[in-house]
T-cell receptor
Framework: DAGVTQSPTHLIKTRGQQVTLRCSPK?????VSWYQQALGQGPQFIFQ???????QRGNFPDRFSGHQFPNYSSELNVNALLLGDSALYLC?????????????FGPGTRLTVL | QQQVKQSPQSLIVQKGGISIINCAYE??????FPWYQQFPGKGPALLIA?????SEKKEGRFTISFNKSAKQFSLHIMDSQPGDSATYFC?????????????FGRGTSLIVHP
């Protein structure tokens, strides 16, 4: 049973560029959340997708956008990259919206902005 | 404003010793308190969690102690092993918009010497 998978593993971009990160949820899961984890910090919630709609959003600018596909996989897009966007981006999946304790995290995508 | 404060930032213990990590929260609406364990190159994994209707929860060598009046909770790792070396995050959440979105502490890097 495959867990949460993310691609790519690492990514290097320059300021002003755009990036797309991808996530496939754990088998049977239909809800995907994205988090940003800066070096030495805990993960910070970006947004959550369920039924192909953004359901909740954290305190992140509109440069951060996402999408969920019918097969429940998801993309995170970041436009106009800033140096401060360098971080580990984590995807987490769960079944439904109301579950508190069954959120599974992927290994993350390490984004470096030069 | 950091809603979940975690200490210490780093912790070194000898094999067989007790590791203690403390967290404090501010939002009294929080009603679910998970702890996550993160190894290098991996995403966080749920370790153990507690709800405020109990003061303690034990799973194997891991115990959460919860003090609702003080708005504090802690993780105790008994008989610490080198394999426990990882970063530990406390988190707190409550149902918002139909889902639980955890607010993470900044993490504690635990090293257990053999």
């Amino acid at each position: 049973d495959a867990g949460v998978t993310q691609s790519p593993t690492h990514l290097i971009k320059t300021r002003g560029q755009q990036v797309t990160l991808r996530c496939s949820p754990k088998s049977g899961h239909d809800t995907v959340s994205w988090y940003q984890q800066a070096l030495g910090q805990g993960p910070q919630f970006i947004f959550q997708y369920y039924e192909e709609e953004e359901r909740q959003r954290g305190n992140f600018p509109d440069r951060f956008s996402g999408h969920q596909f019918p097969n429940y996989s998801s993309e995170l897009n970041v436009n106009a990259l800033l140096l401060g966007d360098s971080a580990l981006y984590l995807c987490a999946s769960s079944l439904g919206l109301g579950t508190a304790d069954t959120q599974y995290f992927g290994p993350g995508t390490r984004l470096t902005v030069l | 404003q950091q809603q979940v404060k975690q200490s210490p930032q780093s912790l070194i213990v000898q094999k067989g010793g007790i590791s203690i990590i403390n967290c404090a929260y501010e939002n009294t609406a929080f009603d679910y308190f998970p702890w996550y364990q993160q190894f290098p190159g991996k995403g966080p994994a749920l370790l153990i969690a507690i709800r405020p209707d109990v003061s303690e929860k034990k799973e194997g060598r891991f115990t959460i102690s919860f003090n609702k009046s003080a708005k504090q909770f802690s993780l105790h790792i008994m008989d610490s092993q080198p394999g426990d070396s990882a970063t530990y995050f406390c988190a707190a959440s409550h149902a918002s918009g139909g889902s639980y979105i955890p607010t993470f502490g900044r993490g504690t890097s635990l090293i257990v010497h053999p």
